[in-house]
C-alpha cells in the first residue's frame, strides 16, 4: 500500500539533517552516484538558512563524505532561466570556501551537484543527465589523461575525478514507470509516494521517516500549509502566464486584421497583425504585472513572467 510522504525538499530542510537520518541520503546518493556513499556530515550553507523565498522554491543541502568530497543536493521548483549558471557558481563558491590558505591547489576538494528541478530546464528528452569534464583532442580525439607521477600522488586514474561532476534530475519529464532502482527514486521525487515492490537503497527508511501521518500535529499544520502556499503561486503563475499569452495573441490579431482590412492590402494586413500583436501582448503585460502584484507575487518573479523590466513593474504599483 502506498503512503503519502512528505516532499523531498522539506525533508531535506527538516528531517535528513539529522544524523539517525542520514541514511536516506546515502541511499539516494549511492543509487545515482552509482558508488558507496557515506556522509560524514551536513555542513552549512547560505541557501540553507530560510527565507521568506526559500520556503517553497528553492531548498540545499551541503553534505561532506567519508572521502572529504562535497555534495551540493538543490531543489528548485520555480522556473530560472539561469539556473545553468547558478549551477556552475555554487560549485565554484564551494571549492573557493572550502580550501585552505596556503593550502595549494592540489587540497582543492571534489564537489558533486546534484540538481533536482521541478521546471523545463534546457532543452531535451531526458529525465536525468550527467556533465563532467573530459579534455578531448581537436585532431587525435585522444581523451587526456594523468602522468603516472600525478596518479600515484593525487590517487587519480582519469583527470575528471578533479573536477566538479554534476547531475540534474528534471523530475517533471519522467513517465512514472521505474525500470531500475534510481527510477524508483525519481519516482518518489515527483509523486512524493513508495511502492510496496520497490527496492532501491533508502527507499525503506524514507518510508518509515518521512511519513506525514508520524508528524506531530504542529509540523503537520506547518507542512500542510506550506505545501498548500507553493500550489497556489505555481498556479498563480501558470495562470498568469497562459491568460497572459492568450488574450494577447487574441487581442493582437483581432486589431491586426482590422486594420490591414482598413488599408485594404496584404501588405497592411501584414504590418496591422504584427503591431496588432505586439500592443496586444504589451498590454496584457503590464495587465499580468498590475493583477500579480495585487496577488502578492516578489517583482523578480513577475519580470520573468511578463518579460517587464524590474523599473517597469515598479513604475505600476
Not at 545515482?32 to 531548498?59: G, M, P, W
Not at 557558481?89 to 587540497?107: F, M, P, S, V, W
Not at 486594420?259 to 499580468?288: D, N, R, S, Y
Request: glycine share 6%.
Amino acid at each position: 500500500m502506498k503512503r503519502k510522504l512528505v516532499s523531498f525538499d522539506w525533508a531535506m530542510k527538516k528531517i535528513l539533517r539529522q544524523k539517525a537520518n542520514f541514511r536516506i541520503l546515502e541511499g539516494f546518493l549511492t543509487e545515482l552516484l552509482k558508488f558507496d556513499v557515506k556522509i560524514e556530515e551536513i555542513l552549512e550553507s547560505e541557501a540553507n538558512q530560510e527565507t521568506e523565498d526559500d520556503k517553497f522554491n528553492r531548498v540545499d543541502l551541503l553534505a561532506k563524505n567519508e572521502k572529504d568530497e562535497l555534495i551540493l543536493i538543490e531543489i528548485q521548483h520555480n522556473s530560472e532561466i539561469d539556473y545553468f549558471h547558478r549551477m556552475l557558481y555554487g560549485t565554484a563558491k564551494l571549492i573557493c570556501e572550502h580550501i585552505q590558505k596556503g593550502g595549494g591547489y592540489t587540497k582543492v576538494k571534489k564537489v558533486y551537484s546534484v540538481n533536482i528541478v521541478y521546471f523545463s530546464l534546457g532543452q531535451g528528452d531526458d529525465y536525468i543527465y550527467y556533465g563532467k569534464t573530459d579534455f578531448i583532442g581537436l585532431n587525435k580525439k585522444d581523451t587526456l589523461t594523468p602522468s603516472s607521477r600525478q596518479k600515484e600522488d593525487f590517487q587519480i586514474d582519469k583527470v575528471n575525478e578533479i573536477y566538479p561532476e554534476y547531475y540534474i534530475l528534471r523530475v517533471n519529464n519522467f513517465d512514472d514507470v521505474a525500470k531500475n532502482t534510481l527510477d524508483e527514486w525519481i519516482y518518489f521525487l515527483k509523486n512524493e509516494e513508495i511502492d510496496d515492490n520497490f527496492n532501491a537503497k533508502g527507499l525503506d527508511l524514507a518510508k518509515e521517516s518521512l511519513d506525514i501521518l508520524k508528524l506531530d500535529d504542529k509540523a503537520r499544520s506547518i507542512y500542510n500549509r506550506r505545501e498548500q502556499n507553493r500550489m497556489y503561486k505555481e498556479s498563480l503563475l501558470y495562470t498568469a502566464k497562459t491568460d497572459g499569452i492568450k488574450e494577447g495573441l487574441k487581442r493582437g490579431i483581432e486589431k491586426g486584421i482590422e486594420k490591414g482590412i482598413e488599408k485594404g492590402i496584404k501588405q497592411g494586413i501584414e504590418k496591422g497583425m504584427e503591431k496588432g500583436v505586439e500592443k496586444g501582448v504589451e498590454k496584457e503585460k503590464v495587465k499580468i504585472a498590475i493583477n500579480s502584484l495585487e496577488n502578492g507575487l516578489d517583482i523578480k518573479t513577475i519580470s520573468l513572467i511578463t518579460g517587464l523590466t524590474v523599473d517597469e513593474i515598479k513604475s505600476l504599483k
